[in-house]
């Protein structure tokens, strides 16, 4: 099974600063990664889907890269709204893997 | 404007069983790929069950399948999760969620469903 892992597990930020969260696959999934928020209470939304594509709506500052074993998810410019658990996700056949998601507080 | 609600989560004592109901509005939920996942308190999330739109498409995860069934009722345009055998690592929210482009995806979820194993 492809296991995920992203870091940092807890990353402290400023309003403004750019984030990057990282994904790393343990063998290579092409660019079938997508990223997730989540805040308290809620469902996860779906941010980046084939590593690099905006869902619709989405704000621009958020943006995916990345292919194979390594992928990230930078926020250009962190908002208030940003502070939230992000996780990647990855489908492979029959199953669907998150990684064990990152939590962005305040710093 | 595509909604599912789901119900059916509450207290349930080891060993027993639960069914959940996943609603679907503004979209037919046949047409859509749809999942139940669950998110244990403080824990990342979990893919449980996959049902295709055409139906023809069935997969479990290894650490439900036996325990898990995942079905539809069109008529009803809901999405079921019947879990027996219950245990305390069971207790989670519960979400459904679905997307009709990709089924590599989850674009569409439900609030989620609590559910609480203990005797």
């Known amino acids: 099974d492809i296991q995920l892992t992203q870091s940092p597990s807890t990353l402290s930020a400023a309003v403004g600063d750019r984030v990057t969260i990282t994904c790393r696959a343990s063998?290579?999934?092409?660019?079938?990664l997508a990223w997730y928020q989540q805040k308290p209470g809620k469902a996860p939304k779906l941010l980046v889907y084939?590593?690099?594509s905006l869902e619709s709506g989405v704000p621009s500052r958020f943006s995916g890269s990345g292919s194979g074993t390594e992928f990230t998810l930078t926020i250009s410019s962190l908002h208030p709204d940003d502070f939230a658990t992000y996780y990647c996700?990855?489908?492979?056949?029959?199953?669907?893997?998150f990684g064990q998601g990152t939590k962005v507080e305040i710093k | 404007q595509v909604q599912l609600v789901e119900s059916g989560g509450g207290l349930v004592k080891p060993g027993g069983s639960l069914r959940l109901s996943c609603v679907g509005s503004?979209?037919?939920?046949?047409?859509?790929?749809m999942s139940w996942l669950r998110q244990a308190p403080g824990k990342g999330l979990e893919w449980l069950a996959y049902?295709?739109?055409?139906?023809?498409?069935?997969y479990y995860a290894d650490s439900v399948r036996g325990r898990l069934t995942i079905s539809r009722d069109n008529a009803k345009n809901s999405l079921d999760l019947h879990l027996s055998s219950l245990r305390a690592e069971d207790t989670a929210m519960y979400y459904c969620?679905?997307?009709?482009?990709?089924?590599?995806?989850?674009?569409?979820w439900g609030q989620g469903t609590l559910v609480s194993v203990s005797s």
């Open positions: 969620a679905g997307t009709k482009g990709s089924p590599f995806y989850f674009n569409h």
């Open positions: 996700q990855h489908h492979n056949r029959y199953s669907w893997t």
């Open positions: 503004g979209f037919s939920i046949s047409d859509y790929y």
């Open positions: 049902l295709s739109s055409s139906g023809h498409s069935v």
């Open positions: 063998q290579g999934i092409s660019i079938w």
């Open positions: 084939d590593a690099s």
